[in-house]
């Protein structure tokens, strides 16, 4: 979008400006040039009103300083979707105050105390959502939501912050370490949620026969952890959960994938960009069964078998051990957990089991739901948290360079392990971190800027009031308005215009309103006219 | 929209069906009408999946049993938009396990620990959004969107939780003794965010020369209060903020309380239910100076005066008298504040300062915003956070029933102390919890309903991988489906299609599939055809 100040000069319609009295649009605009610089360049207008009110007042800032304890300077990126290290933003030193830029030396009130600057980074893995970064998520979101929409799902939300109770299961999963919990103000163990579905079955629970199975509910959620921060981890992200309660069958788990493949589409990411490794906990329930290793070990072993490929082999089977599994059925384990193909899977564990029988039946639906080659059966998938009971997946890029996308399966025991009813049901988390690296990675992101239909500007500091009404209409109307709130040269309003990416610039001038027009130019093309106020659309 | 099974029996259509061999729609669902009761009246079909899983299977649930600490339960409703308190929503309570309803006794689980049950209420003070309040809270959200894009604003938001450091300040708000703070795992004082406008003084001051001024920013984000639980507060709430970074002029309050005036009237508030107190500390200021208080008395003034009409009188005035106002000064302050008029102020403080001049001016433009029959000059307002310098404002119900709406002003100071550039800046917060009451009120809650545009069912076990390729053809079409996703009988699909506003249903039985045909029924007005799928819209 071409908007440059000089146009207006060099355009043949400029003659009716220059030959109209003092009040048109471009001679008001020359007698107020010297006074109005850009304010990059001139910072004494730009803050004169602040000036003014310090001159009359003999007060000060007030003095609640802060106490400013500096962090210590995050070692992750502060831009929220950044993957690799950069930059620092600029921050100003201490240095900056009083010297050029915005506030120049006359702008300085008069201060007693120097107030010592506070940290400016949002505290160590934590994000800042700045405009840019905010329409990235607000994309990312409303990809999230309209894949719901299209799925039949109801949206629903928890508490940010919950009873620790929720989160505190004894399978030492990970997530136990990593609560950010506290007392609150009135003696309860509270915690940030790290994860969404522990509120979801609590809600449930509380909702009881007075909603109708199946549930389809999704939610996108912040959730903490808090984490050593090595591999770019950061201890927030926003989780995308879709769950179905109620669906003992392989249909729910089937129609799940079926949701993020759809949404891996919209993005424009393909088959060959990224899988589903499918498994079932069932496997390694039958196979613990051989062993009569006690129900009760089931979680932990989950909770250990999920660390293959994170930490050496020798100490996943030195943590097997250490809960008390024989060699024999270690061994027995791993290799079960090396086998890649379903066929195999049958030809270890029979065809009796539920195991086999349910990702036969989960490969079969993949086929009707198109997404056969998205999906393949990897033993070694069980996911690192305590209660999930059946099929489990995730979401890996193909190339093998990030971390799993997404992750989900059956949970058909957390109801009643609250002390609610026994209901099946599935669901999964999807981050708002691997994500963007990944659509990163394949040149998938978006372009989205910011964009604003009309800049309305009033070419005189009395003419604020008209610019208002012109705004006001245009409002009305459903056009989005930028409205230059100070007097400002033509070359800092087509600055803006550019900046935000406006359609047209509306020029309220003097002679023009008084005939009850406006100004308006088409960004884009240039072209340029006078219109009744009424007219304008 | 009705429907109701018993519609295809008497459909002339229907016979089509009647007649057709055994795979057609209604023979099957005649077969299968055994079988397969509604849920609710044959629980053992729903579960028996998961009983099936159970019998084959020597584990009984994993043991991981929470902790469960019993929270008191909650004085305050917990639906997320009420306010008058309602009935706790039916929970099941020990009694009901193993009992009739979902889970028959035959799907009990052999589980060696019985399960405490959990708390099911969220922590006292914090909200569920089950769907129909989250439908409220996405619309709400939505309209504040919608006005911020009319306005030009760019969304942002920030993290929750913060460093304690940003939000301690030293004049006595109730603010300070309300944070949700606490020390995290790397021993650093965090808290939980009471208000935005820290965070995104924040981060202007990190973005630095970065960004070119005016910045105009919303933010949609939720905010914790630890408060005493009266008058159906709660401890956290969402608040749509709105912000103008870097215009000292007073078109700045102008433009944001005309941007809430635009919000109201999309809501079809008007300006006999909602108006706006206006005043600007700069009253304050000027009365002060003449009785030579020291400038740092200036916020602790303020957070005293915002208690007016909070507490007794007589509080107020020890209260200034402890931090050395004196008796002479009080009384001056007390007239003044009792001022309602812009003229009277005049004569009171004569037109020197920049109090009445701004406030002239401000009402000056609300004229040609348009919204002048919603605003009116009265001096008690000073609004209770301590950062604000000039005009202040607050929306507030006519009927005098309910808490200020919103509320917001000019903080030119706020960066400056922080340690930035100083930088005029002026800012609203707007709950979302005093509006929904309002709404309530007035009657102007809107209907908001769950709606699928088909549920797509198939009539047979074996034809659940023909409903999903039905389904995600639509869904391809980007058309909303809700699957069914076990065998269920008629009666039961009618009743979730009219539970979901379902406007078609899409039967997938053998012999119209096996023509590569699907049954239509128009829900609203009864309609049914076959039709083929590549001709499905």
Known sequence: MSANASFLIHHPRLILYFNKPSTSILHLRQNLSLRHLPQSLNPSIYSSFSVALFRSCRFSRPSFSLNPRKLSSSSSSSSSYSTTASAEPPSLSSNDNGGGGRSGALSSPPVIEVP??????????????????????????????????????????????????????????????????????????????????????????????????????????????????????????????????????????????????????????????????????????????????????????????????????????????????????????LQVLSVKSLDKLEEILGDAGDAVKDLKQLFSLAEKFGYSDWIQFDASVVRGLAYYTGIVFEGFDREGKLRAICGGGRYDQLLSTFGGDDIPACGFGFGDAVIVELIKEKGLLPELSHEVENIVCPLDKELQGAAATVATILRQKGQSVDLVLENKPLKWVFKRAARINAGRLILVGNSEWQKGMVGVKILSTGEQYEIKLDELE
């Open 116 to 333: 010592q600057k506070i940290d400016v980074n949002p505290p160590k893995g934590t994000r800042d959502f700045p405009p840019e970064d905010m329409r990235l998520r607000s994309w990312l979101f409303q990809n999230f939501r309209e894949v719901s929409r299209l799925f039949g799902f109801e949206e629903v939300d928890f508490p940010v912050l919950e009873s620790e109770a929720l989160f505190v299961r004894k399978a030492g999963e990970e997530i136990r370490d990593q609560l950010y919990n506290f007392k609150d103000r009135g003696n309860r163990r509270v915690a940030l949620r790290p994860e969404l579905t522990p509120s979801l079955a609590r809600l449930v629970i509380q909702k009881g026969k007075s909603v109708s199975l199946p549930l389809k509910w999704f939610a996108i959620g912040q959730c903490w952890r808090y984490e050593r921060m090595t591999r770019g981890r950061r201890r927030e992200h926003y989780q995308w959960n879709m769950d179905i309660i109620g669906v003992p069958e392989v249909t729910a788990e089937a129609e799940l994938i079926s949701s993020i493949v759809t949404f891996f589409k919209r993005l424009g990411i393909t088959a060959s960009d990224v899988g589903f490794k499918v498994s079932s906990r069932k496997v390694l329930q039958e196979v613990l069964r051989c062993y009569s290793i006690p129900e009760n070990m089931f979680g932990k072993v989950c909770i250990i078998i999920d660390k293959i490929e994170k930490i050496p082999i020798e100490e996943i089977k030195g943590e097997l051990v250490s809960v008390g599994i024989s060699e024999a059925a270690i061994e027995e384990l």
